[in-house]
Nanobody
Framework: QSQLVESGGGSVQPGGSLRLSCAAS????????VGWFRQAPGREREGVSC????????NYSASVKGRFTISRDNLKNTVYLQMNSLKPEDTAVYYC?????????????????WGKGTLVTVSS
C-alpha cells in the first residue's frame, strides 16, 4: 500500500524549533515533488513549501521564508521540514503530499498522495 506518513510534530514554545519528516512507503519518492501544507484551526489549508524530485528546486510561502527549510534524502525515501523561530501563528496540522507531474510546483489540487498530518502547537 502506497502511503506518506508524517512525524515530528509536537508542542514547542515560541522561538523554538521542530523537524518534521515525511516518509514514503510502497513507492519511491525520487521522481516526486513533495510539498508541505498546513491547516490552522478555522482556516483553509495552505501551501508551506515544495521541493522537486532532485531537490534542485524549492519554494516557500512568504510567511515561513527564512525560517523553514525543506530538504530530502532519497536514499531514505524521506522529505524533511526544518522549522526554526516558530511563532504561535505556525500552529497547525502539517501535511505532506507528493506529485509525480514533471516540473511540479506542488499545486494543492494536483497532488497524488497525501499523509494524514502531524500537529504542531506553538505556545508559551
Amino acid at each position: 500500500q502506497s502511503q506518506l506518513v508524517e512525524s515530528g510534530g509536537g508542542s514547542v514554545q515560541p522561538g523554538g524549533s521542530l523537524r518534521l519528516s515525511c516518509a514514503a512507503s510502497g513507492f519511491t519518492l525520487d521522481y516526486y515533488a513533495v510539498g508541505w501544507f498546513r491547516q490552522a484551526p478555522g482556516r483553509e489549508r495552505e501551501g508551506v513549501s515544495c521541493i522537486s524530485g532532485s531537490g534542485a528546486y524549492t519554494n516557500y510561502s512568504a510567511s515561513v521564508k527564512g525560517r523553514f527549510t525543506i530538504s530530502r534524502d532519497n536514499l531514505k525515501n524521506t522529505v524533511y521540514l526544518q522549522m526554526n523561530s516558530l511563532k504561535p501563528e505556525d500552529t497547525a496540522v502539517y501535511y505532506c503530499a507528493a506529485d509525480l507531474a514533471v516540473g511540479s510546483k506542488c499545486p494543492e489540487s494536483g497532488m497524488d498522495y497525501w499523509g494524514k498530518g502531524t500537529l504542531v502547537t506553538v505556545s508559551s
